[in-house]
Structures are given as structure tokens and as C-alpha cells.
């Protein structure tokens, strides 16, 4: 898989006017900035004390050679071109326990996807760390070359206090350090970010030898900041009255399932209360047809399908499969049906069942007292197929030319977010959803259409769309590709 680096630069002088702040520099001070870019932390640090002694380094070539060509002038400044993950010298750094740098201060990338080769390296190096999130690594390496009482402050999605998958992060951080502040706001305080997903946060730590005085310190936590220069007050120290400050123990903290930080009592709730786009906004969700008599109506692909004793096999010259007609067939006798629970997320790996689709048979799924042939525009529309039976996982899967019966609620997305709402529909956040949205045992339509619905940025759109798409088209290993798409919407609602 590409390999692809999330690099949002900071552009933004209240964050990095804040986060030199929160690190206190002095001349005594080794620091570091572990991914320099642009250099917007090395300035920053500059402009209040023009003699400090700044380690940086980056992977890319052309960020090195002009971070080079910026700082030639000051002997001070040590540039060098590394991966700050794997560097030799930073892994002697880590190794010895008094540490090496006094401060660190950066925007380490994210939200980018690691070559499988790559993973495998950082799981040997991290062992027992989440590795598909670069900017997690940085945090533990660089703490791991702090000085005890050294200071870091580095801005990354807020995702590490909530996601199952940082817990070991969280543990490192609550027992090995005094987290000072944790500032969370919008992603878009980044002008031109599009990082739609998760808010971003600012954590400023202090090293703490002492489990115990670790374990000791009040957590501040700040949210509800509407603009960037609400940072402003905040390093002011001035007028915050109306933000929200969290004060938390970090031994409470760590005594919480997965040490996660619970920033409200329950988060599902708030999103499901607070957000006003729904499924049903976005996606029309109809229930299928009942034929009265499916013993007489419903016909199997083979012997062996699961709940078909007692139907008949359809014939292969029996089926009309490119029906497209609510008032029956011609030439044939059936047309495919979707009834049931698949065995495959996505797509279905076989069509199971036929049904009836002569005009007798259309006759009186029309007119007999048990039929329903409700919802009928929707047959053989492009669409999504999901069982109405709960189960702790659901297959949601793609349905095209095709009825589907009442054991279904067929969901009908408008087309620019058709992929998107398969890949949601499959998701570990969609089940918890639908489950905390109604409790009971079936996923009848009109609770699915109170699903709420978080879109991404446009690109975050595009990104999830063309990954589902290219399941869709290419189902192979889908449990494994489908972990990505997974990732994506425990991400998009942090969970
Ligand atoms: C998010 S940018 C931040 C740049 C700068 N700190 C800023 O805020 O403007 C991340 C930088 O990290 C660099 N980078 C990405 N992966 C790296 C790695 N493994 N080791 C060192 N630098 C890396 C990228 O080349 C990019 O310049």
C-alpha cells in the first residue's frame, strides 16, 4: 500500500506562540523539534530568545535543505536528515534513563497510512504500541528522550484519549509524565487542513520519574474554543470564563476503563442528541417485500443454502436477471431476491434466493390480504442491503438489480455518498449506534434513519469512498481491508 505522509504545517502564531509558552525555554536548554518542516516551532522559539540550542531534523529531503539554507547563519541550530522514529542516535538518547533533552516541541504528522514493511519495523521498535498512527510514536519516543522534568508540548488529533487502540499510549503518558494542559479545538484552526475526522489537540507533559507524584497531578483540559486566537487568552492566562476547563486527577484517569479520558458522561449520546444530519437526510430506508406464501413464491440457488429445506431449486433458464419491471417477467419465472443475513461484509459472495415474478405471482403480492408489495420503487434500484435481525456484527452489502424482502431494510443513499454509507453501515460505530438508538432486537427502518451522520472533508469524502469503492470492485480479503474503513469512523466519531 502507498505510504502516505499527513504533513499540515503550523501555520498559525496563537498555536505556536502558545506551545513555546507551555515549554518555558531557557539557554540551558538542549531542545528539539523532531519533524522541523518549515521551521514555524524553530522561529517561533527564536523570536523570545534569539541564543537558544534547537536540535531539528526531518525526512524530507527538500524540508532539511531549506530548513538548512534558513538557519546556516546560526551555529546554535543542528539540522540533520533522519527518520526521528528509527534514528540511531535518538535510539541511544532513549536508551539512557537520565534522558537527553531538557524541551520538545513539534507537529509531528498524521492521520497517514504506513506501508504494511514499515508497520512491521515500528511493531518490533513500539512493541505494544498502536503503530498505523505515526504521530502516537512520536510522543513516546520523544518522551523517551526527555530529561526527568524535561517539558514537551506537540499538537495531534485528540484521538489518544478515547480510541481503544492508544491505551497503552495513555498508560505510558498518565504514569510517566505530569500532563500540564491538553487543549482540544476544531482541526480547522489549521487554515487550508483538511483533516475532517477528529478535533486536534495541544498536550503539553512534564517528565515524572515518580509514579506516584505522576499519578498526583491535576489534569487541566480546555475545549470550546471557537477561533484560533482563543489561544491567545489562554497563554494570557485572561477572560476564559467562557470556555469549558476540565480538572481531572490522572489517577482517576488511569483507574477508567482503558484509562480513557471521559470528557462526557456518554459520548454516544451526546452525538447521537446533538447532531441534526441523520441517515434519513441523506439515504431513503424501506423495508422489502412479503410475498404471503414464501413457500410457494420463494425459490433457493441450491440445496445447501441455509433455511431453503423444503423450496424449490430454481433453474438457471428460470431466471430473469436483468429485470428491471414491477409488473413481472416474460420469458422466465423468477428474478433475484435478497432475503436474510449475509455471510460477507460488502458484497454478497453468492445470490441465494429467487422469487416469483410472473404477472400471477405480481397479481397477488398486489392484491392478497398478507402480501405487501410495499416500498416498490426501490426494487432493483441501486442500493444498500441490511438484515433487519440485529447481530453483533452487521454485513451491510451492495444490492443492484435485485428485490429485496421484508428480512431486509434496503437503503437508498443519494449517489455522492453511496460508498460512504455502505462503509459507515459496516462499521463497529454504526452498530453501537444502532444499538443505543434502540436497544431492541430488530433494525427496523425508521430507527436506522436516526442514525446520526458526521460527513468528513471533502477529501476525508473521496479517501473513504475510493477505498469502499475498491472493495466493492476487488472483494478479496475483505476483513482485513475492511479494518481501515473501521479505523476511519471510529475516528470520524471518536470512538
Ligand atoms: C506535520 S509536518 C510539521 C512541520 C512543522 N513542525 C510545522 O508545524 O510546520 C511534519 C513534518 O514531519 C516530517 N516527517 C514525517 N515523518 C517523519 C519521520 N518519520 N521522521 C522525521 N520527520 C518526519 C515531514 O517531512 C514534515 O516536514
Request: hydrophobic residues 35%; glycine residues 6%.
Amino acid at each position: 500500500m502507498e505510504h502516505i505522509y499527513r504533513s499540515y504545517y503550523t501555520k498559525s502564531d496563537f498555536i505556536t506562540q502558545y506551545m513555546v509558552k507551555m515549554l518555558n525555554p531557557s539557554e540551558q536548554d538542549m531542545i528539539l523539534e523532531p519533524c522541523g518542516g518549515d521551521g514555524v516551532f524553530i522561529d517561533s522559539l527564536l523570536s523570545v530568545n534569539s541564543s537558544l540550542k534547537i536540535d531539528t531534523c526531518d525526512l524530507n529531503d527538500e524540508a532539511v535543505a531549506k530548513l538548512t539554507d534558513k538557519y546556516s547563519g546560526n551555529s546554535n541550530i543542528h539540522i540533520w536528515q533522519t527518520d526521528t522514529l528509527l534514528d540511531d542516535r535518538f535510539d541511544m538518547y532513549a536508551a539512557d534513563k537520565n534522558g537527553y533533552y531538557d524541551k520538545i516541541i513539534g507537529n509531528p504528522p498524521y492521520g497517514g497510512w504506513q506501508e504494511y514493511s514499515r508497520r512491521d519495523e515500528l511493531k518490533k521498535k513500539y512493541n505494544g504500541f498502536y503503530v498505523r498512527e505515526t504521530y502516537s510514536l512520536f510522543v513516546l519516543r520523544c518522551i523517551s528522550m526527555l530529561k526527568n522534568k524535561g517539558v514537551l508540548s506537540f499538537i495531534i488529533p485528540d484521538t489518544f484519549l478515547f480510541l481503544h487502540n492508544h491505551t497503552a499510549l495513555r498508560s505510558y503518558l498518565l504514569a510517566n509524565t505530569k500532563i500540564k494542559e491538553i487543549l482540544i479545538f476544531p482541526s480547522k484552526f489549521f487554515p487550508g487542513v483538511s483533516f475532517g475526522y477528529s478535533n486536534l489537540s495541544i498536550i503539553t507533559v512534564e517528565k515524572e520519574s515518580n509514579k506516584d507524584v505522576a499519578f498526583g497531578n491535576n489534569v487541566r483540559i480546555i475545549k470550546g474554543m471557537k477561533t484560533d486566537k482563543d489561544l491567545e487568552r489562554i497563554r494570557l492566562e485572561k477572560d476564559i470564563e467562557d470556555l469549558t476547563v476540565i480538572v481531572k486527577k490522572q489517577e482517576e484517569i488511569f483507574g477508567a476503563e482503558h484509562h480513557a479520558f471521559i470528557l462526557s458522561n456518554d459520548h454516544l449520546s451526546d452525538i447521537i442528541a446533538n447532531t441534526k444530519l441523520k441517515l434519513g437526510d441523506i439515504a431513503d430506508c424501506v423495508t422489502g417485500i412479503y410475498s404471503g406464501d414464501n413457500k410457494r413464491f420463494f425459490a433457493v440457488a441450491n440445496e445447501s443454502v441455509r433455511g431453503g429445506a423444503g423450496y424449490p431449486v430454481a433453474k438457471d433458464e428460470e431466471i430473469d436477471k436483468n429485470c428491471i419491471s414491477l409488473k413481472g417477467t416474460d420469458n422466465f419465472k423468477y428474478v433475484p431476491v435478497i432475503k436474510s443475513s449475509s455471510r460477507t461484509r460488502y458484497v454478497r459472495d453468492s445470490i441465494d434466493w429467487y422469487i416469483d415474478w410472473t404477472k400471477d405471482a405480481i397479481n397477488h403480492y398486489n392484491n392478497d390480504k398478507k402480501a405487501r408489495f410495499q416500498n416498490s420503487q426501490y426494487y432493483f434500484k441501486h442500493g444498500i442491503a441490511l438484515p433487519m435481525v440485529k447481530s453483533s456484527r452487521i454485513y451491510a452489502t451492495i444490492m443492484n438489480k435485485m428485490v429485496f424482502d421484508q428480512s431486509i431494510v434496503g437503503v437508498f443513499p443519494k449517489d455522492k455518498y453511496y460508498y460512504f454509507v455502505l462503509g459507515l453501515m459496516n462499521s463497529e460505530i454504526a452498530n453501537k449506534l444502532i444499538h443505543t438508538i434502540n436497544p431492541t432486537a430488530n433494525n427496523s427502518a425508521n430507527y436506522l434513519k436516526k442514525i446520526p451522520i458526521l460527513l468528513p472533508s471533502d477529501a476525508d469524502m473521496q479517501y473513504i469512498a475510493d477505498k469502499v469503492k475498491d472493495i466493492v470492485d476487488n472483494p478479496e480479503n475483505i476483513e482485513d481491508r475492511h479494518e481501515e474503513v473501521n479505523e476511519f469512523f471510529n475516528r470520524l466519531y471518536m470512538c
